[in-house]
């Protein structure tokens, strides 16, 4: 017979063990236990999705664009603006 516990890092505690020994003790066979570590990547966009604030200034934002609230510029414009108001060490 094999089990298989999926969990969270959260639930890998002390009290997981207990649990695992306990549903086991009544046999009279000898058992091993197997641990698997697998590290899983959360997607960007549903961590985003997942944060109640972070949705409502995308929101916001898109509904700001969608009102005409937009500002362009050229590559070049952009680097005139790093120019004009970057701190350079010597004028600290």
């Known amino acids: 017979m094999t089990v298989t516990y999926q969990l969270t890092e959260d639930e890998f505690d002390y009290q997981l063990f ?3 020994k306990s549903q086991f003790a009544r046999r009279n066979s000898s058992f091993k236990i197997k641990i698997e570590i697998e ?3 959360t997607d960007e966009t549903d961590a985003i999705m997942a944060n109640p604030y ?3 200034k995308i929101k ?3 509904e700001s664009i969608d009102n005409g ?7 070049e414009q952009f680097d005139e603006l790093v120019k004009k ?5 010597t004028s600290l």
Do not use: A, D, M, Q
């Open 69 to 75: 609230n937009v500002i362009s510029f050229t590559s």
């Open 54 to 56: 972070l949705v409502e």
């Open 39 to 41: 590290e899983t990547e």
């Open 18 to 20: 207990r649990r695992i």
């Open 85 to 89: 108001h970057s701190v350079h060490p």
């Open 60 to 62: 916001k934002g898109i």
